[in-house]
C-alpha cells in the first residue's frame, strides 16, 4: 500500500513560491480559475499568471495503481519510472540530456485511484519541453537496458519498503480493513511481480491508462487561454478517446472490526495504525466531519489525541486520526509510535479519548480554534505555481467543482457545534477499530 504522494519542488520555482506567498497570503481566492476548452474539446482549469516566466502542469487519468491486472502489481508504479528514459526516435541518454539542458522538471506518481503527471518549465522553453512530454505520454520507449536499471531501483524500494515498520503495519491494515481489494494489493509490487513485468506489459499499460475520457487538467502560470487550447491539443490531442481494457472496479466493501494484527519486529518502539470505515469525500456532511476530525486527530499539537497522550503523559512524540476520503470507500484511520512497554497504556488511551469524543463532541472554543486554524492556513496550499495546479487538480478529481476554492472557507465557518456533535457520534466507532501493531508490543488487548 503506498501512503502519501511526494511532490518536492524544483529550485527554479522557489521565486515563484515567494511570489504566490505574499500575493496569496491573505486569501485564497485572490486569482481568478478558467475553464478552457481546446478545438480538440480537451478540457482544462487554468489560472493565468504572466508575472513570473513560469508555467506548471498538473494532470491525471482515472486508474492507478488498484487497476493493476492481476499478476502485474506494480506495473503502473513501474511505468512512472520509465516514460522518461527515451520516447520517439530518443533513446534515454538522448532525452534525459535534453531535458536537463532545457531545465523543466516532468514526473509521474501512481496513486491507488489516479495515475499523476507533474511538468513545470520556463516560458521561454516552453516549445521545446512540452513537445518531450508529448512524446513521453504518447511514444514511450521501453528498452531494454534502462528498463532493466528501473527495475532494480524498483526491487531496491521494495526492499526498503519491506522493512519499515509504517509499511509494514499500514498493509496489514488494509489487508484486514479490505481483504482480496485492489485497495489492499501492495501499489510498488510485490518482488514476483516486480520481476515478470515485462516491456510488452508496460506497452499495454498507457493504452489502459491513458485516455482522454479519464484525463483530468490543472493549468497555472505564464500562458493565455488561447494558447492553452493549442498546447493541451498538442500534448494529449493524440490520445485515444478511451482506454483499452479498463477494468471498472465495484465499491469497495470494508470488514467491520475489532481486529488486531500484531507484526512481531526487535525494535524499541511499535507502530500502531488503527482505524475503520468512514466516509465519502461526496458525502454531504463531509465538512462537518472534517471539521469534527480535525478536532480529534488533526495532527497539530492541540488535537484532542496529541493534547491526551503526547502532551499530558509524553507516550508518543504523534499521533493522527482523520479522514482519508479514497474513490471508492471511505476510511477513518490513524498512527501513532511509542516504547514497546507503553503500547497498550497508548492504544487504551486512544480508544479512551475517542470514545468519550463520540459521546460529548468538541467544545465551542475548540470548534473556534479549529476554525481559525483551517480557514488561515488554506491560502498556504497555494504557495507556488505547481502547488496551486495541484490543489485544482485534486477539486477536480474529488468533483468539488470550479468554485469551491471561492467558497470553502465560508463552508468552513458554517459548520456549527451541533452537527459536529452529530458526526462524532456517527462516524466514531472506537469498539470497531481494527488494529495493526509493528513492534514488540506489550499490554495490548
Known sequence: MKIGLDRILVL????????????????????????????????????????????????????????????????????????????GDMLSDDFQKKRDRLAFRM???????????????????????????????????FDADPLERVRRQFLLNLQEDQQDPQSIAWRAWFSAF?????????????????????????????????????????????????????????IFGGLPLEGVDQT????????????????????????IVFGHEGILRSDPDFMAAYVMSEILGGGGLTSRLTEEIREKRGLTYGVSFGLLPMQRTGVYAGVLQTKNESAGEALDLARKVIARYAEEGPTQAELDEAKTYLTGSYALRFSSNAAIANQLLGLQQQNLGIGYVETRNAKVEAVTLEQVKAQARRLLHPDRLIVSVVGRPEGIK
Open 248 to 271: 471498472i472496479l465495484p465499491a469497495a466493501r470494508p470488514v467491520p472490526g475489532p481486529d488486531l494484527m500484531i507484526t512481531s519486529r526487535d525494535m524499541p518502539q511499535s507502530v
Open 107 to 141: 514526473s509521474f506518481d501512481a496513486g491507488d485511484d489516479f495515475f499523476e503527471g507533474s511538468f513545470q518549465t520556463l516560458t521561454r522553453n516552453r516549445a521545446e519541453s512540452v513537445e518531450l512530454l508529448r512524446l513521453a505520454i504518447t511514444e514511450p520507449r
Open 178 to 234: 479490505l481483504p482480496d481489494d485492489p485497495y489492499s494489493r501492495p501499489g510498488r509490487g510485490t518482488e514476483a511481480s516486480m520481476r515478470a513485468i515485462s516491456a510488452a506489459d508496460l506497452r499495454a499499460a498507457p493504452r489502459r491508462i491513458f485516455n482522454r475520457a479519464a484525463l483530468q487538467v490543472a493549468v497555472v502560470g505564464d500562458i493565455s487561454a488561447t494558447e492553452l487550447g493549442l498546447l493541451l491539443d498538442q
Open 12 to 87: 527554479f520555482r522557489l521565486a515563484a513560491a515567494v511570489w504566490f506567498v505574499l500575493a496569496f497570503a491573505g486569501a485564497a481566492r485572490a486569482f481568478t480559475i478558467q475553464e478552457v476548452t481546446s478545438p480538440g474539446g480537451i478540457k482544462a482549469w487554468l489560472v493565468e499568471e504572466h508575472a513570473i516566466p513560469l508555467l506548471a502542469v498538473e494532470f491525471s487519468f482515472r486508474g492507478g495503481s488498484a487497476y493493476d491486472p492481476t499478476g502485474q502489481e506494480g506495473v503502473s508504479e513501474f511505468l512512472t519510472g520509465m516514460l522518461d528514459e527515451g520516447a
